[in-house]
């Protein structure tokens, strides 16, 4: 077998998980780019993207240990960063988001990282309610 079959069905793979996550399908995303990290699991593109797929389903400690292990493979990936922050955001973790907030900002200069990295700067100051 010709050993650029399996390469080129993982990028397939891939590229209908990222257009299905454009199209707004993150279900049918997660499903494609589970299969894709099956046949490359050393690959953070596939688990940063797997990771998206599943944030947008709310499932958000599946999408964490997805940007983690993206982190493992990449630390240089900033989105990546950036997902374990906001899903630490969305467990009300906001020091350990705001970690990842910086790490992302200090990768890559983006408006949403310095939007996030402020909002949970903001949060962290408030009084709790109550």
Known sequence: ?????????????????????????????????????????????????????????SQIQRARAEFERALELDPSDDYAHFGVG???????????????????NALADRPNYRTALARVHSRMERPPAG
Not at 86 to 102: I, T, V
């Open 86 to 104: 906001r899903c630490f955001e969305r467990q009300g973790r906001l020091g350990d988001a705001a970690k990842h907030y910086k790490m992302a």
């Open 1 to 57: 077998m010709d050993d650029r079959a399996p390469a080129e069905r993982v990028y397939s793979l891939y590229q209908q998980g990222r257009s299905r996550l454009a199209d707004g399908d993150p279900r049918g995303a997660a499903e494609v780019l589970e299969q894709a990290v099956e046949h490359e699991p050393e690959k953070a593109s596939l688990h940063e993207t797997l990771g998206r797929a599943y944030f947008a389903t």
